[in-house]
Each structure stands twice: as structure tokens, then as C-alpha cells.
RNA sequence: GGCGGCUUAGCCAAGUGGUAAGGCAGAGGUCUGCAAAACCUUUAUUCUCCGGUUCGAAUCCGGAAGCCGCCUCCA
């Protein structure tokens, strides 16, 4: 079975094949730091997250980068009115950042350049459209001239003449020759105040796109295989970049351009501007297990809305404890001897985790598979069919699963002294029978967030998640 | 106005021509001192609606309704 992606630009799934065989390159739009994100940019940066696990599990060697966008008009704004430079507003929301994808357990980025730190790189790519005539100044501005790139409009399937200058266009804050025309650079203006570079094209700021082309292709190269980003960057963002990318070049700037969709709250777009957002703080805040945060931004297929909900968090937390259970159970199987289904089962589930993977990362076959291995495994389990050694097998591919989903395992826990106290002396109480005084302790200890359970093989416990 | 997407049980969701995966929640049961977990049984004769094609449609075609998004700040 191989690999297909829907690929944006061709709006069809085609298998993919990396430049160079066994390595892929791949360049995913990450922040703009200027607040803490919301749940929903965490949806792109984990499907994102998938997408690189899921490639080194197929064996891929992935290079990926995740830029930083530490210079706008929000983040100029911002500063400004904590009167603090750039970086002292900028650096506190890359902590987060990065804190947050932490505990989302999100794989680390082979490289997070931030855009202040390339200008060099951006000015570069500029002077080379100004040579080409790709681009014009108009009172120290620097734009890029769409008419000069034919091809544009080719991701977005945006026909240039149809689009609608209506009101959500600024009648021109900046002259340009054509309103479609989009800043490569921005001159220096008073607004702006300290804030600016002074540069052989001129003492002002880049426009957005650039730094995209600039630091992708500064790690990933010229050409490269796979570019992603939400679903709102495909226009104007990726048609941009396209556009600059392959004038300065005048070669094929990404093969693979993914877009995740967005998350809906309360079926409405999550946005900032709409105050209908979650930050992750706000979760972990509440209570929120971040693993079941994790599992339900992955839980839908990447290509389709997902609409958030409490009542699915909860859902999604639920899913989890049914997983952990597994797990917990297969660890404390002493049996000796080998049950041949217990492979079979194994063999099985992989397979179908793959074959749903393999195909645009359906991670819905993939959970599939995975939940009939459970109960199945269970089934067995129930019968004592299961041995120490056919565990570990389950176990082993338990891991090779969470390689690519990273929300299967659950994190070591201890308890500490006044719980182990409460647990010992409701064993001792359930010895003398005194039941009334050992379902007392054993609420209690629910009020601690400590569940236990009483099996064949003695009492259990958890932590509640 | 232009362009794109979505609509499957209480909720989430897979399924692109062969008779509705999976998860959560609910109900009854087995087990248990009681619970919990697990297991067993149960929960859509039906896939927004109306037509059509076909031996056969959630899947293809036509139409209608509703929802969401993009159209130069946006994950």
C-alpha cells in the first residue's frame, strides 16, 4: 500500500514520492507570536505533528522547519503599546509556544527560524524579482507584480479578474499598480517608530509572504516536498509564496501542499476576532487532561472541520481511559506460553492502522484498528488466553502506534504518602471485612482523583484523568 | 457576486455501487462484599429532503434545503 496525499494543488490524492528517495523536507507554517494561541492553531501545528510522525514511521528521514512570524502589524501594534521592543514582546508567546506544544506532546521542529533573524534572506530573494521585473517600488514599498507570473491563482483556483474589490479590500494604504499586487517589502513610515531595518533595498520591514519563501528555502532548499498550513493560508499566503518563490528561482517551489481545515466552536470558526476561542491555558486551567486534548484535535480526519466541544473532550478523555486500562492490564500478565491469535490480532491491526494512515492519514481507520485490537485482546484476556509473552507483543505495537499518534502512553504516576497510608488501611479494613469503613477510604481517595479497583490480583489503582 | 467544502444513531465518526466500521454516552445482564474495569445483549431496515440511473445507491446524476469556509490581518 502506499502513501497518497491530497494534494491542494491538484485538489487530488496522489501518492507521494519524496525528491530524494527516503528523505522528505517539509516546511509547515507555524505562529505568529504576538498571543497565546488557540486550540485551533494547535489543531494545524498536531496535524501537522501527524504528518511528521507518520513519515518517520514509514521510515522517511523528515526535515522539517517551523517558522516563527515575530514581525507584523499586530505584533508592531502590540509593542508599541507596552512601549517594548520587538523581541521583549515577541519572546514570552515563543516560550509559550513551545511550552504548549510540549504538552501537547508534539515532536520537535528540526529548525524554528524566526523571521527578524532572516531579513538578510528576504532582501535577497527581492533584489532578485526587482532584476527580473517581478516586482516594482513605489515610494520606497517594494510589490510584487501578479501580471508578471501567469501561473497565479493556480492553488487557490482564485481567477484574479473575479475577485471582488469590495470592502474587505483597504481602498490603497499603499500605492500599487494593481490592487492584487502584494508587499514584498513595506517602507519605513512614522507608525512604525524604531521599529525597521535598514536594508540596500530600503529602511523598512518585509511584508509577510516573504519570509515563508525566504526560510524555507534557506533550510529546505529551492524545491522541496511538502508545505502545509491551515486551511485560511492557501489565499492569499501559499499563492504568494508560489508566486515569489518560483520568479526569484524560475523553478517548481513545493510538490505536496497540505491544508488542515479549521476548528469550529460551537459550529462557528474559532478566531480571535470572534472571542469565541480557547486557549489551551484555558483547558489545562479547567482540568483538562492534556493527552485527551491531543486525542480529540486528532481524532477527525485533518481535511474536515472539527467542531469543539466540552462534550467531546470529555468524550475523547474517556476514549483514552479505555486505552490506558489496556495497557495497565497487559502489564501485569505473568502467564507463561504463547497464544498464536494474540499475534494474528497484532498483525491484523497494524495492517489496517496503515492502510487507514496510508491514505491522506485517515486516522479514523487507524483509531478503528487499534480500539477492535482492545477489544479483542480483552476477549482473551477475559478467558485467560493471553500470556506474559504475547503481552508484550500487544504492548510492543501498542508503542509502535503511539510512535505516530503520542498519546497512548500514559505518563508514569506515584502516589504519595497520605494516599499510600489510605490504600493500605482500606486493605486491611476489607481483610476485616469492615466494608462500610472501606468504601469510606475508597471515596475519599475518588475525591483525591485516585480510582481503585479491586481485582483477582488485588487492589489497583489510577490516578482519575 | 465569485470560488470551495460539509450534512450518516443522543454526541463524535468510518464508509465513493453490493446491502451501515470504530469511539463516547444510555439500557439490561455476567463478574464483584459493593463498586470499577472487562465481557455479553441492546441502541440507524437506514445515511438532510425530492426525483433519476442501476438487478442493486449513504455511495453515481439532477434538483431543493440547511450549515461552514475563502475572496488580500487570519491555523
New binding site residues.
Given amino acids: 500500500m502506499s502513501l497518497v496525499f491530497f494534494n491542494t494543488l491538484t485538489?487530488q490524492k496522489e501518492e507521494f514520492v519524496p525528491i530524494e528517495s527516503g528523505k522528505v523536507k517539509m516546511y509547515t507554517?507555524g505562529?505568529?507570536v504576538y498571543d497565546y494561541p488557540?486550540i485551533?492553531?494547535y489543531?494545524?501545528f498536531l496535524f501537522e505533528d501527524l504528518l511528521r510522525r507518520y513519515l518517520k514511521y514509514k521510515g522517511f528521514q523528515v526535515t522539517q522547519v517551523m517558522n516563527l512570524?515575530d514581525i507584523?502589524?499586530?505584533i508592531i501594534i502590540g509593542s508599541q503599546k507596552k512601549g517594548i521592543s520587538l523581541d521583549e514582546y515577541t519572546a514570552p508567546y515563543k516560550k509559550i509556544f513551545f511550552e504548549d506544544l510540549n504538552t501537547l506532546n508534539a515532536e520537535a521542529s528540526e529548525f524554528y527560524p524566526e523571521a527578524t533573524k532572516h531579513i538578510k534572506e528576504m532582501v535577497k530573494i527581492i533584489k532578485k524579482l526587482l532584476g527580473k521585473k517581478h516586482a516594482y517600488e513605489i515610494e520606497g514599498s517594494i510589490y510584487f507584480k501578479i501580471s508578471t507570473f501567469p501561473e497565479y491563482g493556480k492553488l487557490?483556483?482564485?481567477?484574479?479578474e473575479?475577485?471582488?474589490v469590495?470592502t474587505?479590500?483597504?481602498a490603497d494604504e499603499y500605492e500599487k499598480e494593481q490592487?492584487?499586487d502584494?508587499a514584498l517589502w513595506k517602507a519605513w513610515d512614522e507608525k512604525d517608530g524604531d521599529i525597521f531595518w535598514e536594508t540596500e533595498i530600503g529602511k523598512g520591514r518585509p511584508g509577510?509572504h516573504i519570509e515563508c519563501s525566504a526560510m524555507s528555502m534557506k533550510y529546505l532548499g529551492e524545491y522541496f516536498d511538502i508545505h502545509t498550513?491551515?486551511?485560511?493560508?492557501?489565499?492569499?499566503?501559499h499563492e504568494?509564496e508560489i508566486a515569489q518563490s518560483q520568479c526569484a528561482t524560475g523553478k517548481k517551489f513545493v510538490n505536496f501542499w497540505l491544508h488542515?481545515e479549521?476548528?469550529?466552536v460551537d459550529?462557528?470558526?474559532?478566531?480571535k476576532?470572534y472571542g469565541n476561542f480557547y486557549t489551551l491555558r484555558d483547558l489545562l486551567d479547567k482540568g483538562w487532561y492534556p493527552m485527551a486534548i491531543r486525542y480529540l484535535l486528532l481524532?477527525?480526519?485533518y481535511r474536515?472541520?472539527?467542531?469543539f466541544?466540552l462534550?467531546?473532550l470529555?468524550?475523547a478523555k474517556?476514549?483514552l481511559q479505555?486505552i490506558f486500562?489496556?495497557s495497565d492490564?497487559l502489564e501485569t500478565i505473568e502467564k507463561e506460553g504463547k497464544n498464536p491469535q494474540a499475534e494474528r490480532l497484532v498483525i491484523s491491526a497494524k495492517e489496517k492502522f496503515e492502510a487507514g494512515l496510508d491514505?491522506d492519514l485517515?486516522v479514523?481507520?487507524g483509531?478503528?484498528a487499534i480500539?477492535?485490537l482492545?477489544?479483542e485482546v480483552?476477549?482473551l484476556?477475559?478467558e485467560n488466553q493471553v500470556s506474559k509473552t504475547d503481552a508484550q507483543l500487544i504492548l510492543n505495537q501498542m508503542d509502535s502506534f503511539d510512535k505516530v499518534l503520542g498519546y497512548l502512553k500514559k505518563p508514569e504516576e506515584s502516589l504519595d504518602d497520605k494516599a499510600v497510608q489510605l490504600v493500605e488501611r482500606r486493605e486491611k479494613a476489607?481483610q476485616d471485612k469492615d466494608?462500610q469503613l472501606?468504601?469510606k477510604i475508597?471515596k475519599q481517595l475518588l475525591e483525591m482523583g485516585i480510582?481503585?479497583?479491586?481485582?483477582s490480583a488485588g487492589t489497583k489503582w489510577k490516578k482519575k484523568i
Fill in positions: 485538489r507554517c505562529p505568529t488557540h485551533g492553531n489543531r494545524t512570524t507584523d502589524d499586530k487557490s483556483k482564485m481567477n484574479l473575479e475577485l471582488k469590495g474587505r479590500v483597504k490592487v492584487s502584494f509577510w498550513g491551515g486551511v485560511d493560508n492557501i489565499f492569499p499566503h504568494n488542515a479549521h476548528l469550529l459550529n462557528k470558526r474559532m478566531a476576532r481524532s477527525t480526519y474536515q472541520q472539527l467542531n466541544t462534550e467531546g470529555e468524550a474517556n476514549s479505555r486500562d489496556f492490564q491514505d485517515n479514523s481507520i483509531l478503528a480500539f477492535d482492545i477489544y480483552n476477549k484476556l477475559r476489607r466494608w472501606a468504601d475508597r480510582i481503585l479497583e479491586d481485582t
